[in-house]
Structure formats: structure tokens, C-alpha cells
């Protein structure tokens, strides 16, 4: 309990649940477990989904890949279950993602908490009964005193409002929900989106297609993946060193399992710097390739410069159409999320492929054959594919009825940019609990994610302990969370591209800070000073009466 922190002796009113966790992935699953067989609370996990999952449920589009080497893609809670788990391969794809999950969901009893098919229409604060009430798209009412969303960064789709969109008469498909058993062998596909998802499936479907059609906003810095069987020998060492291997990804930046270079890459002449830039070529990832190599790529614009111009170089020497390989070519900064690909540039050469520039060559319409651009070609179509990303981080808030304090809606708490404090609260919302809410760490994600989901037990835990009816971030603590990570973030280059990172993918959003780029080492420090004083810029109230701030 926090210095100077009296325990509150006001009885708890009833409510149906002791929590309520929104979202069944690796976020909802993991803080089930931990407020249910830790703590011993009531909680019910609800998912719109028709399945456990998350994210990894709805993107099952084709060539689906973790860019995590695969033996970081997974929960590090539980020893036994790091031990138990086999994989032979580099990198992990999304059929085996959901394997591992479900397998995880079944281990540890987690399908009797959870409720599928059943999505949150509504959730509203009620503070004569300091409780929250939710509403369900089955029409079912529950109330609880804590409100866990673990909504996923990646879930709130973004289908772009192109003009004749519901006349066109063949498929159309996005890849964050993606259905079963669809076919493309003679078909004319065309796919709107190189992102990371349209670079994966672009990738896969081109062998598969009649002809595929892309269409490019912006071309991409890309690398090899680099993915491949993993001897069993390599598996049982990973194994014998994971409580290394773990507390080594805590204390770095990114969590991807790797050293991340100190060395600057103008230190080091231009033929050593060449060599390095191929070493991480040929071993693939992105995140190595940006971090691995040198310590400043992300932070010096001559060290990003030499980056770049090296993936430049592949592109000209593996595209061969000049015209191609031109539109291919990206010329900002390297600055955002690195991307890798199992063969992205080298698809550009089979015959069956085509590259329009919708940046010169803007999208008009949909028309009922297909899709026509402003130089008056209509690209005939049997099917679109949109992988046009997501409303990252905080769409799926905004997306339902979410009230907090005195019927403020998230709407109107955020109307200036999506704001937390530590990326796990919102002031003004008492007791809940954001898992990768705005201005979380950018990293691999389930190590942050179970930081997150840890740091939130506890503060349950103490905020129990101390018998208080709620537990809320202050405005002044939020604001000061703001600030720190907009100056770690113009302390970067990642603000000079337009990402899907600040929500730039979304028409009429504005550009804003929605991640703390320090690194996972960084975030966990800062979550253990809070924690160590006292749970510094939270407030514990008792019911409707006197607020106690936790160690201010």
C-alpha cells in the first residue's frame, strides 16, 4: 500500500463481475488469467470474434507472418509452457500464431471466461455505483467494477471511401477480416495497399493469380525476411537459454531477441558499413536490419541516408523493368515500422504482374469491372483485395459507445489526440485499464503486452488492498506522459514519414504521437518508478466521497 494511503472501509457494492475484459488475444487471455488465478477475481473475457485470438482471429489473409522470430512471438509467463512449445521455423505464421493460442486458451481453462460472438456496443461509467455498465450486441447488460480493453493496436479496419465502391460485381475482400476458402486460381485480382500486409499478400497470391493489378500509395523500404527451417539443435538451445534470452528482450529497446548495435554508422568506413548492411541483408528481419546494423538509423539523417540507398541499390539491381523498378523506388526518410517480405521486389517481374502509382495516377472510382484511374484506364477486376491497413491504436475506441466520468464520451476526452498515461489509463475513466492503449511502447508486442498486463494486476491488486472503490490517472500525469512521448518521438526521425505510426493512413486524422518510442528497457523503467513511488500521478478514491492520491 502506498505511504501516507489510510485502507478505505467502505463495503463494495454487488456487481455481476469483478472485471470485464474486452478482446480475446494475447492481452485479453493473459490479464484473464492473471485477475482470475492470481487474484481470484469474477471476470468474463467478451470477443466479437467467433473464436479466440484477437487480431490473429480476423488476419488470415494469404501469406500471413509474424515479423517476430518466432520464439519471441509467444507469452513468457509461464516456464513450462516456453519448454513445451515446438516450432521449426525462423518466423511464425498466423495459422500457427492460432494454434499456439488456443493451445494457450486450453491450457490454462480460459474458454469458460470467455464469451464469444459477442461484441461491446456500449460501456458506461456509473459513479453512484462506481461500477461499469456494458451493454452487448446481444442485447445482454453486465456490470463490473474494473474495465480491461485489449482491443489490439491492429484491429479497427480501414476501408478507404473510394467513389463506386458497392457496384463493383466482383469480390471484394479486406484483409483484416478474411474470410475462409477463397480462391484465385484465373481470376484478375487487384490488391489496394503495399504496407506490410500488401507486401505479404501480394507476395503469396501473385503464383496463384490470373493477373494481379497493385496498387501503390507509397513504395516501401523492404528487406528479406530471412525466414527458413530452425535445426532442432537451434530449438533446444533457445530452450536451454530462455530466462537469458527473456530477461535480455525486457531490457532492450525493440524486444525482437537480437543485440541492438551501439556502433554509429558514419564511424565505420564505406565498405565496412556496405558489408554490414549485406550481413543483415542475407540474414533478413527488418527491425535487425534498422537496429542490428547500426545504433543511429533511426535518429541521424546520414546513418538513415546509407540505409536507405542501400535497399534503393537492391531494388534497381533485383527490378528489371527500369519503369518498375523506378515507381518502386522509395526516396523519404527510412523511418517507418522496417518492413520485410519473403520476394516483394522480385514479384514485379513476373509477367503477371503490374504496378500502378496511385499517387500519380490517382484512383476515380469503382465501377461494376473494376477499378478506374485518372488517366481514364479501367483495370478490369474479378476481385479487390483492400489492404489498407487499420485505424491503429486508439480506432476501436472510438468506435463504440464508451463513456467515463460524468458522461464524457472517449470522443471528447481525446478530441485534441488520443492520450494515456503509460499507455494502460485515461484520465477521467476510473478503473480502466487500457492493453496497448495510445502512447504504449513500440516494440514487439507481446513482451509489452505482458509489461502491460502485469503493471495493471498489480495496480488492481494495490487499489484492492487499499479498498478503494476506483483508481484513475490524473490530467496532469496524462498530459505529462503526452509530452514525454512527442519529445522522445521528435528526438527520431519517424515523425519526417507519413506512417500509419502518428495516423497518417486515415483521411482527416491528425498527425500525433501514438507510441513511446524509447524502447520496451525504457517503458519498464518508468513503469517501475511509478510503481516504487507510490504509484506517482494515480489517484484512489473511496465510493462518491474523498479522493486519496496514491503518493503524490
Not at 505482458?450 to 495496480?459: D, P
Request: a negative charge; aromatic letters at 12%.
Amino acid at each position: 500500500m502506498s505511504p501516507g494511503v489510510e485502507k478505505f472501509p467502505t463495503p463494495k457494492p454487488a456487481t455481476d463481475f469483478d472485471a470485464i475484459i474486452i478482446g480475446a488475444g494475447f492481452g485479453g487471455m493473459y490479464m484473464l488469467r492473471k485477475l482470475r488465478d492470481e487474484m481470484g477475481l469474477k471476470v468474463r473475457v467478451f470477443d466479437k470474434a467467433g473464436g479466440i485470438g484477437g487480431t490473429w482471429f480476423w488476419n488470415r489473409y494469404p501469406g500471413a507472418l509474424s515479423d517476430t522470430e518466432t520464439y519471441l512471438y509467444c507469452y513468457s509467463f509461464d516456464r513450462q509452457l516456453l519448454q513445451d512449445w515446438d516450432f521449426n521455423t525462423r518466423y511464425i505464421t498466423a495459422p500457427k500464431i492460432l494454434d499456439y493460442l488456443e493451445h494457450v486458451a486450453d491450457r490454462f481453462d480460459l474458454r469458460r471466461n470467455i464469451q464469444l460472438n459477442t461484441g461491446i456496443t456500449a460501456a458506461h461509467y456509473n459513479e453512484a455505483r462506481d461500477c461499469w455498465q456494458v451493454q452487448t450486441d446481444q442485447g445482454e447488460s453486465f456490470t463490473a467494477r474494473y474495465l480491461v480493453t485489449a482491443l489490439g493496436l491492429l484491429s479497427a479496419t480501414n476501408v478507404p471511401k473510394i467513389k463506386g465502391r458497392e457496384s463493383f460485381a466482383g469480390e471484394q475482400y479486406h484483409t483484416g477480416n478474411w474470410p475462409a476458402n477463397v480462391s484465385f486460381e484465373g481470376k484478375r485480382v487487384g490488391v489496394i495497399g503495399t504496407g506490410s500486409t500488401g507486401i505479404q499478400v501480394i507476395t503469396s497470391i501473385a503464383p496463384q493469380v490470373e493477373h494481379l493489378t497493385v496498387f501503390q500509395r507509397s513504395p516501401q523500404y523492404s528487406v528479406p525476411v530471412g525466414n527458413g527451417l530452425v535445426p532442432p539443435e537451434e530449438v533446444a538451445e533457445i530452450k536451454r537459454n530462455y530466462d537469458q534470452i527473456w530477461a535480455d528482450a525486457k531490457k532492450s529497446m525493440v524486444a525482437f531477441g537480437f543485440k541492438e548495435s551501439t556502433v554509429p554508422a558514419m564511424s565505420v568506413s564505406e565498405e565496412e558499413r556496405q558489408a554490414t548492411f549485406q550481413k543483415a541483408w542475407d540474414k533478413g528481419g527488418g527491425f535487425r536490419f534498422m537496429f542490428e546494423t547500426f545504433g543511429d538509423i533511426a535518429v541521424d539523417p546520414a546513418a538513415n541516408e546509407a540505409a536507405a540507398a542501400f535497399i534503393r541499390s537492391k531494388i534497381a539491381q533485383i527490378v528489371k523493368d527500369p519503369e518498375t523498378a523506378r515507381k518502386l523506388t522509395p526516396h523519404d526518410v527510412y523511418a517507418k515500422r522496417p518492413l520485410c517480405d519473403s520476394g516483394y521486389y522480385a514479384t514485379y517481374n513476373r509477367d503477371n504482374v503490374a504496378l500502378v502509382d496511385v499517387k500519380a495516377n490517382p484512383i476515380e472510382e469503382i465501377t461494376a469491372k473494376g477499378i478506374r484511374t485518372a488517366d481514364g484506364v479501367e483495370h478490369e477486376l474479378d476481385m479487390i483485395i483492400f489492404a489498407t491497413g487499420f485505424d491503429a491504436v486508439d480506432g476501436n475506441y472510438t468506435r463504440f459507445d464508451l463513456r467515463g466520468r460524468g458522461g464524457q464520451t472517449i470522443n471528447e476526452h481525446w478530441q485534441d489526440a488520443p492520450a494515456s498515461y503509460l499507455g494502460v489509463t485515461t484520465a477521467n475513466f476510473p478503473n480502466m485499464f487500457m492493453i496497448l492503449g495510445p502512447n504504449g511502447p513500440f516494440t514487439n508486442l507481446p513482451p509489452s503486452i505482458e509489461t502491460q498486463v502485469e503493471f495493471v494486476y498489480e495496480l488492481i491488486d494495490h487499489a484492492e488492498r487499499a479498498g478503494a472503490r476506483s483508481v484513475e490517472a490524473t490530467q496532469a500525469a496524462e498530459a505529462q506522459w503526452s509530452a514525454t512521448c512527442k519529445e522522445v518521438a521528435d528526438a527520431t526521425l519517424f515523425p519526417k514519414a507519413e506512417s500509419w505510426i502518428f495516423g497518417a493512413n486515415i483521411p482527416g486524422k491528425k498527425n500525433t504521437v501514438l507510441f513511446y518510442i524509447a524502447g520496451l528497457g525504457a517503458y519498464r523503467n518508468v513503469l517501475a518508478d511509478v510503481k516504487n513511488a507510490g504509484y506517482r500521478g494515480f489517484e484512489l478514491r473511496a465510493p462518491q466521497t474523498a479522493a486519496v492520491a496514491a503518493g503524490r
